[in-house]
Structures are given as C-alpha cells and as structure tokens.
C-alpha cells in the first residue's frame, strides 16, 4: 500500500508481481537440487564439470518445475499472494524429504567414505527434520 501509494499502481503491481516470482521460484528449484543431490549420490561415474544433473533422467522435473513457474504470471487476476504462500508452504512440505535423502545419503559409508555423517549428526537432522513435520502438522491442526 505504501509503495502504491508513493510510487503509484504500476510500481506497486511490478513489485507484487516480482515478490511473487522470487518467491515460487525460490520454492519451485529445490526440485533441481533435490536432482542434483539423488544424481550425483547415486550414479556409477561422476559427471564432467560441464555437464548438469538436469540434463539426464532428472531434466523433465527440472523443465516442468521452470515452466510452471514461469507460466503462472501470465495468468491475468490470478490471487499472487495466495500461489505464493502456498508455493511456500509446498517448498517447506519437500525440505523434510530432501534432508532426510541427504541424512542417508550422508550417513552411508559406501558413498561418504571417511566422510559419512556421525551418529551424533544424525541424530541432530533427524531431530531437525522431526521439527519441520512437526511444526506442518500444527499449523494444519490448528
């Protein structure tokens, strides 16, 4: 209101519309990292520094997530505050998964090596991601 106040309608309209893209945004790409993660963790042979994770099995998720987000702003009238609150909160329903992915990722010897996640750490992500489950089943109760 502030800033459609000083700044006028468009200002103000420009900005929403670029708060609502950084944000689902934000939310859509932990998919790529999530992909990342899962390629670099579990293929034979470590992929050349010019060459993406995205470009292989995962590359689908990758373009959808990207178009999606892309083709959401132009839709004239649609509530931005609400897509983004909910983009958001679907972000944060998949960060439990992607810890809890790199908890046993990390935690295996076979692929960490001298590096794997000692029980202590592991006990402090699971408790962590125990936190974020717990906190998105009181905030859907309440």
Do not use: C, N
Not at 112 to 140: E, H, Y
């Amino acid at each position: 209101m502030w800033l459609q106040h000083y700044g006028g309608t468009t200002a103000a309209g420009f900005f929403a519309m670029g708060l609502f893209d950084a944000g689902f945004l934000a939310a859509s790409t932990i998919s790529v990292s999530s992909a990342w993660m899962v390629q670099e963790a579990f293929s034979q042979k470590l992929l050349a520094p010019d060459k993406s994770p995205t470009q292989g099995r995962f590359s689908i998720l990758h373009i959808a997530t990207l178009s999606f987000t892309a083709v959401v702003v132009l839709f004239p009238h649609l509530p931005t505050a609400s897509l983004a609150l909910w983009s958001q909160a679907l972000g944060a329903l998949w960060m439990p998964i992607t810890l809890a992915m790199l908890g046993l990722i990390a935690r295996d010897h076979k692929i960490m090596g001298q590096m794997a996640m000692p029980g202590r750490r592991q006990f402090v992500l699971g408790s962590v991601v125990s936190l974020f489950v717990g906190l998105a089943v009181f905030s859907i109760v309440t």
